[in-house]
């Protein structure tokens, strides 16, 4: 009987290969794109689980000093004494690229986690002939055409060897040592204070320190994956939904034939099973794929902004397998949790009223646009109770399901006063017809606004961090020409040189040493000239009077944004800068982009307390008319290399290649998200169009075309996307304030604020339209070309 | 003539591959005013026969001409301007449109066709006692009302031709004679003509000509 009863049940799915099909793809979309963004967490978590563990017997520690470039003797005496150390060569190619060049020959292990795996496939011999090797991320290979591509390698990042770096940036310094774990050190060496008094020895940043500053970007997924998976979902139930509508007499005819209830619902219960497991696994070959083509981007974005390092490549995990399989399983059974339930309480006998079902009660509806309220106001609560980073997300999440839930009642509203304003009986008929499908299309409209509002909210704080971090840059790049002396002699003579130079508006020291600040970790501090450079465009934030008249005097210091919040630190408390000096802060200022603690002082200050700060870089002032005499000048008569010399413009357009990329990952996503709330839609209407001939029908009859009445339809599709649109707008702003004012302030230590941006609410409002018509484009379609006899079939006999 | 239909054929195909010849030949008259039965055996192609005479689907060869005009021939948009203005369909399902109220319902087809008379309407109403009813669902009426209400929203343009297929057919005996009753007074008065689909003897005796389907052809 079981046998039977199955093999029933399963014919439908051979008659309706197209359902079958849908419902699969939305528990593998659900699947993958949620296992996507898990195996990405687990590489990352893996990462600085490894990082963390390798660290001490491991990783090398890196010797600086605070002049920033280390003498070439400094590290002979050391290699001389024993020391097993390292030298890092860093400097600037004239195209603008950072070059690091390694020794490969004394490199400690564990140096280039970027790179180990495509260190691990070249012959040793490899490192040593020339031309030697470069790597460089894929995008910056147009400065860089000799290079490899290395996916993991920060854009504008070109690795080689030592020899390689110091030909491509003669300017460019030893700027520090790796030093070989102490296992690997001789242990007559000599104490480094003997050796080099002047250098100090670090760890890198550890594997649990990286954690927890990159928790929030890892959060930031997470929460997108559940999006999606939602989204997913969303299709699932339409799917199955329609599977059940269609079996309804089948299910009554099996249980008239002597089926148990029970039974009945145990083999349903065994065929959604099985469709999550072959869709689950199908979803997670999909996720891989998906999270590979993502990582190199996520690793980029997480080197850029917090210096984490991530392998390129992605690994399987047993436990990340079987987690995506059973949130498929979940998931699957969620979506179907109504029709089983319906298939539980089925009546033997056809109900009298058929279509009772399909009115939503107005008051179901106002129960559940209360419920929405009530969640949108517990999220709001959650940021002054809760607070940092969970307070935002909570916040976020209650915003989202609390007006996914009032949607219902808003657009069922909407669609009333519709009717009420309609005059003509097909336009009546139009609203009333999209009210009462508004049962079938809530989810699809629910997943469509959640899409549209992220999508607004995301460009929203991505444009508005744009536009801050653009004008950021303009602020705090000013001069321009920057010039990079190659010694201490020179930089003297260049001084006077463009001293001489009656184009040359000003030259601005750019001198920095690194200290310890306020038990932040190393941060750098920075002397800046008593200039109207600084003093009408530096970003200050909060700032006290005569902020820079007291900076000028030499007793005082302006912090940056993250080191004021980290450390609760503002105008009026002090900061340790030497064992001897203590200035005032007088200022705080927004220094975007930067993962770590920076402070500026007067450069007399600086040179007093540090005398060996390296005083090689300047910027310079000049009319932009005359950059080409004055770099032909510095190049030609006073013989700087032309690679010393880089216009502001170039450093921007770095600064903006990072920024793109680190929000690569959150775009796509959002993309990939509606496309699956366009895909909810259609399917939701592929559902509705079987179950909504027999309404139709009688229009048809009496005397309404059919390219009428698919033109309604698809008017009545649009219409439902474009109110939705219209309610996405306000949630996605709100969603904007409370990514930029709760979620960002507490990720990245900075606070940018919110612009508005009209010309891409006009995008999304094309965009809801675009998706809802390629949605309803097949069903459409499919009501123009419904044949009359299709239409007859609903007058001859009960559906 | 009202409605004329002329050496009317038509032919299904079979799922086998074959083809089933339904109507063979089928001609009939209709003169205004006049009240027809049609009847035959389950299967012998009434419904496709009024299918055809309301314009609803076209016949493979044969005509049908209403008022005059030809309607089997023409396009899709112009038959259903005929089904619009000149056309009240009654089915056996009733097919109301459940998004609507009765008295959307009733008022829905004459607005289409641009004739609707408010005080037609009460009338309608009140003689088919749907009056206490106008701001209910469809569904929640009973079948009896709910097939008044059909007739009500055919009759509704007062339309010059009546096509009903098994009106009765879904209601108990007592319903069924008040329906009928109430279809044919309302016809009359509005004088227009009215063709029935019945497998009733009490239907078809009540109508002034009786056609038997049979073999494709009517007798
Ligand atoms: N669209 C169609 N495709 C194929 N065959 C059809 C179609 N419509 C009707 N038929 C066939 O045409 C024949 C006549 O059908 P029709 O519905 O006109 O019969 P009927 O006289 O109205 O029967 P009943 O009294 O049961 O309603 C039947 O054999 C039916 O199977
Ligand atoms: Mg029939």
Redesign the pocket.
């Known amino acids: 009987m079981t046998r039977a009863a199955l093999h029933a049940l399963l014919s439908h799915w051979r008659r309706h290969p197209g359902q079958l099909a849908t419902l699969l793809l939305g528990i593998a979309i659900a699947t993958a794109l949620f296992s996507a963004v898990q195996a990405i967490n687990a590489e990352a978590r893996a990462s600085y689980a490894a990082s963390e563990a390798t660290l001490s017997p491991d990783a090398p520690d890196h010797l600086t000093s605070p002049a920033g470039r280390i003498p070439m003797q400094t590290f002979l005496a050391l290699r001389a004494a024993g020391w097993q150390v390292s030298p890092v060569w860093e400097g600037e190619t004239p195209e603008g690229l950072t070059v690091q060049g390694y020794d490969f020959l004394t490199l400690p292990m564990g140096s280039l986690p970027d790179l180990a795996p495509t260190l691990a496939q070249m012959p040793p011999s490899a490192l040593i002939t020339l031309p030697p090797p470069q790597w460089a991320a894929p995008e910056s290979l147009a400065a860089a055409p000799q290079a490899t591509p290395a996916p993991g390698l920060a854009p504008g990042l070109l690795v080689t060897t030592i020899d390689g770096a110091m030909a491509l940036a003669p300017s460019g310094a030893i700027t520090h040592l790796l030093v070989a774990p102490d296992a690997a050190q001789p242990l007559t060496r000599p104490p480094l204070a003997e050796v080099a008094p002047t250098l100090t020895r670090s760890r890198p940043q550890g594997g649990a320190e990286i954690a927890r500053l990159t928790r929030s970007f890892h959060l930031n997924l997470t929460a997108f994956g559940l999006l999606s998976f939602a989204v997913g979902l969303f299709i699932a139930h339409g799917a199955i939904g329609l599977a059940f509508e269609q079996r309804r007499p089948m299910f009554r005819t099996l249980r008239a034939l002597g089926l148990s209830t029970r039974l009945l619902a145990a083999l349903t219960l065994a065929e959604l099973t099985a469709f999550a497991l072959v869709a689950g696994t199908l979803g997670l070959a999909l996720g891989h794929v998906t999270a590979a083509a993502l990582l190199p981007d996520v690793s980029a974005s997480l080197r850029g902004l917090y210096g984490a390092a991530l392998p390129g490549q992605l690994a399987f995990r047993p436990s990340w397998a079987a987690t995506g399989l059973a949130i498929a399983l979940a998931g699957t059974l969620a979506a179907g949790a109504g029709a089983l339930l319906a298939l539980a309480r089925l009546p033997i006998l056809a109900s009298a009223k058929p279509r009772a079902w399909a009115r939503a009660s107005t008051r179901s509806l106002a129960l559940q646009a209360a419920a929405g309220a009530a969640l949108a106001a517990v999220g709001a609560a959650a940021v002054p109770l809760i607070g940092g980073l969970p307070g935002g997300f909570a916040l976020l999440g209650g915003l989202l399901l609390g007006a996914a839930l009032a949607l219902p009642a808003l657009l069922a509203a909407l669609l009333a006063a519709a009717q009420h304003l309609a005059r003509r009986p097909l336009a009546q008929w139009l609203w009333a017809d999209a009210r009462q499908q508004l049962p079938g299309l809530r989810l699809a409209l629910m997943a469509l606004l959640l899409a549209l509002a992220t999508n607004i909210g995301v460009g929203t704080m991505v444009s508005s961090f744009r536009l801050t971090f653009t004008g950021f840059l303009d602020q705090r790049l000013v001069s321009e020409l920057y010039v990079t002396a190659r010694s201490e002699d020179e930089a003297t003579r260049l001084r006077a040189f463009l001293d001489t130079r009656p184009e040359v508006q000003a030259t601005l020291p750019i001198w920095h040493v690194d200290v310890p600040m306020a038990d932040q970790g190393a941060g750098e501090l920075y002397g800046v000239a008593d200039h109207p450079t600084y003093r009408d465009n530096w970003p200050l934030l909060s700032v006290t009077p005569g902020a820079w008249d007291r900076l000028a005097t030499g007793d005082a210091v302006m912090i940056n944004e993250q080191l004021a919040r980290r450390a609760a630190l503002g105008p009026g408390d002090t900061l340790q800068l030497a064992p001897d000096w203590q200035p005032e802060i007088v200022a705080t200022y927004s220094d975007y982009g930067n993962p770590g603690p920076q402070a500026i002082v007067s450069v007399p200050a600086l040179t007093r307390h540090f005398p060996d700060v390296p005083k090689l870089r300047h910027g310079i002032r000049v009319a932009p008319d005359d950059i080409p005499t004055l770099t032909a000048a510095i190049t030609d008569d006073f013989g700087l290399p032309a690679t010393a010399l880089v216009p502001n413009a170039e450093i921007k357009a770095y600064s903006l290649a990072i920024f793109e990329r680190t929000f690569a990952v959150t775009a796509a996503l959002n993309a990939l998200t509606l496309g699956v709330a366009a895909l909810a839609i259609l399917t939701a209407m592929l559902t509705l169009s079987t179950m909504r001939l027999p309404q139709i029908a009688p229009v048809w009859a009496m005397g309404t075309t059919r390219a009428r009445l698919a033109s309604l339809e698809a008017l009545r599709t649009l219409a439902l996307a474009a109110f939705t649109a219209l309610f996405a707008l306000p949630l996605g702003l709100a969603l904007a304030w409370a990514l930029l004012a709760v979620v960002n302030t507490e990720a990245f230590g900075w606070r940018l604020p919110m612009f508005l941006f009209p010309g891409q609410w006009a995008l999304l409002f094309a965009t809801a339209l675009a998706a809802a018509a390629l949605a309803c484009f097949w069903p459409v379609l499919k009501l123009r070309r419904t044949q009359p ?1 299709t239409f007859l079939k609903t007058f ?1 006999s009960e559906r | 003539m009202l409605l004329v239909a002329d050496d009317i054929h038509k032919t ?2 079979l799922p086998s591959g074959g083809a ?1 010849a ?1 109507l063979s030949g089928v001609s009939l008259a209709l003169a205004p005013g006049e009240t027809l039965a049609l009847t ?1 055996e ?7 026969l009024l299918h055809l005479l309301a314009g609803l689907d076209r016949p493979d060869s044969g005509s049908v001409t209403l008022g005059g005009a030809p309607l089997s021939t023409l396009p899709d948009a112009a038959r259903a301007e005929a089904r619009r203005t000149r056309i009240g369909l009654v089915f056996q399902q009733f097919n109301l449109i459940p998004s609507l109220d009765v008295a959307a319902n009733l008022a829905f087809q004459a607005r289409l066709a641009g004739r609707h008379d408010e005080g037609w309407c009460a009338t309608l109403a009140e003689r088919l006692g749907l009056a206490p009813h106008l701001s209910a669902w469809p569904e929640t009426l009973s079948g009896g009302q709910q097939q008044r209400l059909a007739i009500g929203r055919a009759l509704a343009a007062k339309p010059p031709l009546i096509l009903a297929d098994e009106p009765t057919g879904n209601l108990d005996e007592e319903n069924a004679a008040t329906v009928l009753a109430l279809m044919l007074e309302l016809a009359a008065e509005t004088g227009a003509a009215l063709v029935t689909v019945t ?1 009733s003897a009490t239907v078809a005796a009540a109508m002034s000509r009786r056609l038997h389907l049979s073999r494709g052809k009517l007798a």
């Open positions: 006899a001859a | 299904f195909p089933q339904v035959g389950s299967g012998s192609g009434k419904s496709t497998h």
